[in-house]
Every structure is written in C-alpha cells, then in structure tokens.
C-alpha cells in the first residue's frame, strides 16, 4: 500500500527517537544492575522491550505503507547519576508524547486513521506507564532523599 508520503516520513523520525530510546534504557539498565539496583535494572530493562515493540510496530507501518525505514538511532548521551539518568529519561519521554501528538494530528489531517491509532496506543503507554513511573521515582527521591531511594532499589 502507498502511504502518504508525510506520514511515512514522520514515522521514520518517530522511529529513529523509539530505537533512541530503546539504546538510552539499555544503557541505563544496564548502569543500574553494574551498581546494584536490580529493582531498577529490572524496571528499566523491562522498559527497553516495550521501546523496543514501539520501534517493530513503526518498522512494519512504515513497510506497509511502502516507505523505507531509517534505522539509525538518535543520539543521546546517557546519564551518569541515579537522578540524572531518571531525568533524562523522563524528559525522553515528554519529547516522545509530543511527537506522539503532533504525528496524530498528521495522520488525522490526513485521513490515515490506522496510523492515528497505532501513535495513540503508544502515546497511552508512554504517558500512562512510562513518564508516570519515572514521575514516581523522582518524586520519591525529594520525598525520601536520594540514599533512602538507593537502598529500595536494591535486591
């Protein structure tokens, strides 16, 4: 099927920030299981799978809509403090809600309600699990203190 071409190339940017994304949890999780905070490594690594089914789920949307897929991740610097990486990885999220939105009211603008769709399961995901949980966790850190924090998150 021949997608419209501005909803193809969208979902190519959406993709390359969901393979971002996908690398930054990697990366964190990884940083936390090295230091001792399974609970973290646990969360975390659990949020690199859901990244990466947003990516498969863009990767055959753009395929089924007759486009080429850009595969290259964009850049991101991980963070190197517990808090740090949170952050970084909450305001990750926030950037992906937009993008989420503004690709919705494309598809709509448009008339490719299918791909409306798609972006809306992810968008629910992404604000309703993602940027929630991270929420959670800094909001934990300025009520308990930072070590408090640390110590939860351990085995």
């Not at 399974?38 to 990466?52: A, F, G, P, S, V």
């Amino acid at each position: 099927m021949q997608g419209n071409p501005q909803v193809v190339d969208y979902f190519k940017d959406l993709l390359r920030g969901e393979l971002a994304a996908r690398d930054q949890y990697f990366a964190h999780s990884r940083i936390y299981e090295d230091q001792g905070f399974i609970k973290l490594y646990t969360r975390l690594d659990h949020e690199m799978q859901e990244e990466t089914q947003h990516a498969d789920a863009l990767l055959r949307r753009i395929l089924f809509l007759g486009g080429r897929p850009d595969m290259r991740p964009k850049e991101f610097t991980p963070g190197e403090t517990v808090p740090e990486m949170l952050r970084k990885d909450l305001a990750t999220e926030y950037e992906v809600r937009t993008a989420l939105r503004d690709g919705m009211a494309l598809c709509e603008s448009v008339g490719d309600y299918v791909s409306r769709d798609l972006l809306l399961a992810q968008l629910r995901d992404t604000e309703e699990d993602h940027a929630y949980w991270l929420e959670k966790q800094i909001g934990l850190i300025d009520k308990i203190g930072l070590e408090n924090y640390l110590q939860s998150q351990t085995a």
